[in-house]
């Protein structure tokens, strides 16, 4: 079964076919981030307006790579939220007109759903169930994974998300818009020791996270000194290993707690090179495996729609999914609200 993904909640236009025989056949994607950078974050209406000029030719793009028709495709997957209504409301609008045309099932899926599975397209892969710890820039939770759309929150963040701690404190230090891969290259010139930032909730006795904190600790420290090269670099590194540090920790209990031995690392922050570092040492120290997604799939994509689409259709009965005549998007939409699929229970 060949299921095409459609991805525009935010930034980034994602297009993927993903065959439940062959795998992942090709995939495509536009990321916004420099026309939103100027503003210094994502402009709602511009966001939309790309991807309407954007979805349709890399959904023929996507297809030419993979040397497939629009016949090909037996279903369809797109973004229903949570994410900019406007934006996804473009991804869905395409999904549910090619379904109609082509008289094929469409799927609304449920964007921390993608990136949940996400570590699911490589090799290895984990195994139900495991622990999730998803670092967005919109969401920072623990979610124990039973199965497909078996999901319980374990603890989230009271207020920033980490990859939104990430954007303003990168900010601070004078870095572009998003600032997380720039903050994470400029920590590689911090001298280790010089700074040393409040680890917030660390002993909180829960698996809550709170990073807004932090943001303030650095925008004293940034008042507080001369602003050099070096100390940028050496606030940015120590920033970064306060983060790492609460999130490895409370990831570690999350296992403990649930008894699994598998932890998936989800979301743009899981691109962070001394998060997989030190989660890797940390993980493996306590006997137990820690699965990533790809770089590229770490960040928006629609693999991981088409992926999850896939799961989805692959799992319920493939008739009961009727072609759409309709369609609505959650701009807000808890993940554990999903029911789920019965192979994956
Ligand atoms: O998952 P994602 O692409 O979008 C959301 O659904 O939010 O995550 C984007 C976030 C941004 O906050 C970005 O700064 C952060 O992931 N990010 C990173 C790195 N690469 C992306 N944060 C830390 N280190 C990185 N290497
Ligand atoms: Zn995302």
Same mark, same amino acid.
């Given at each position: 079964?060949?299921?095409?993904?459609?991805?525009?909640?935010?930034?980034?236009?994602?297009?993927?076919?993903?065959?439940?025989?062959?795998?992942?056949?090709?995939?495509?994607?536009?990321?916004?981030?420099?026309?939103?950078?100027?503003?210094?974050?994502?402009?709602?209406?511009?966001?939309?307006?790309?991807?309407?000029?954007?979805?349709?030719?890399?959904?023929?793009?996507?297809?030419?790579?993979?040397?497939?028709?629009?016949?090909?495709?037996?279903?369809?997957?797109?973004?229903?939220?949570?994410?900019?209504?406007?934006?996804?409301?473009?991804?869905?609008?395409?999904?549910?007109?090619?379904?109609?045309?082509?008289?094929?099932?469409?799927?609304?899926?449920?964007?921390?759903?993608?990136?949940?599975?996400?570590?699911?397209?490589?090799?290895?892969?984990?195994?139900?169930?495991?622990?999730?710890? #998803?670092?967005?820039? @919109?969401?920072? !939770? $623990?979610?124990?994974?039973? =199965? *497909? +759309?078996?999901? %319980?929150? &374990?603890? /989230?963040?009271?207020?920033?998300?980490?990859?939104?701690?990430?954007?303003?404190?990168?900010?601070?230090?004078?870095?572009?818009?998003?600032?997380?891969?720039?903050?994470?290259?400029?920590?590689?010139?911090?001298?280790?020791?010089?700074?040393?930032?409040?680890?917030?909730?660390?002993?909180?006795?829960?698996?809550?996270?709170?990073?807004?904190?932090?943001?303030?600790?650095?925008?004293?420290?940034?008042?507080?000194?001369?602003?050099?090269?070096?100390?940028?670099?050496?606030?940015?590194?120590?920033?970064?290993?306060?983060?790492?540090?609460?999130?490895?920790?409370?990831?570690?209990?999350? #296992?403990?707690?649930? @008894?699994?031995? !598998? $932890?998936?690392?989800?979301? =743009? *922050? +899981?691109?962070? %090179?001394? &998060?997989? /570092?030190?989660?890797?040492?940390?993980?493996?120290?306590?006997?137990?495996?820690?699965?990533?997604?790809?770089?590229?799939?770490?960040?928006?994509?629609?693999?991981?729609?088409?992926?999850?689409?896939?799961?989805?259709?692959?799992?319920?009965?493939?008739?009961?999914?009727?072609?759409?005549?309709?369609?609505?998007?959650?701009?807000?939409?808890?993940?554990?609200?999903?029911?789920?699929?019965?192979?994956?229970?």
């Amino acid at each position: 079964m060949i299921v095409l993904g459609i991805e525009t909640s935010c930034d980034e236009t994602g297009i993927a076919l993903y065959d439940t025989q062959h795998g992942l056949l090709s995939h495509t994607l536009h990321s916004q981030i420099k026309m939103h950078s100027e503003y210094g974050g994502v402009v709602p209406e511009l966001a939309s307006r790309d991807h309407i000029r954007r979805i349709l030719p890399l959904i023929k793009q996507t297809l030419a790579t993979a040397e497939c028709t629009l016949q090909d495709i037996d279903g369809l997957a797109y973004t229903q939220g949570p994410g900019l209504a406007g934006a996804l409301l473009v991804g869905a609008s395409v999904g549910a007109a090619l379904s109609f045309a082509l008289k094929i099932p469409a799927l609304g899926i449920h964007h921390l759903e993608g990136h949940l599975l996400s570590p699911l397209l490589s090799t290895p892969a984990p195994c139900f169930p495991f622990v999730a710890l #998803l670092v967005s820039g @919109g969401h920072t !939770q $623990l979610m124990q994974v039973n =199965g *497909v +759309g078996h999901y %319980k929150l &374990l603890g /989230e963040t009271v207020d920033d998300a980490a990859g939104e701690a990430f954007d303003k404190t990168a900010k601070l230090l004078g870095l572009g818009y998003p600032g997380g891969a720039a903050l994470s290259k400029l920590a590689y010139q911090g001298q280790p020791g010089r700074f040393k930032l409040p680890r917030p909730m660390l002993n909180s006795g829960d698996l809550n996270f709170s990073f807004s904190g932090l943001k303030t600790a650095v925008l004293t420290l940034v008042n507080k000194q001369e602003i050099t090269q070096q100390t940028r670099a050496d606030i940015a590194l120590a920033f970064q290993e306060a983060v790492v540090e609460v999130l490895t920790e409370k990831a570690l209990s999350a #296992l403990s707690q649930t @008894g699994f031995t !598998q $932890l998936v690392i989800a979301g =743009g *922050v +899981g691109a962070n %090179k001394q &998060l997989r /570092e030190y989660l890797t040492d940390m993980v493996t120290a306590k006997g137990s495996t820690v699965f990533y997604p790809e770089l590229e799939f770490c960040t928006d994509n629609g693999a991981m729609i088409a992926f999850a689409g896939a799961m989805r259709l692959r799992a319920s009965k493939y008739k009961d999914h009727q072609p759409a005549n309709s369609f609505t998007v959650k701009a807000r939409w808890d993940l554990e609200m999903l029911t789920g699929t019965s192979s994956s229970e």
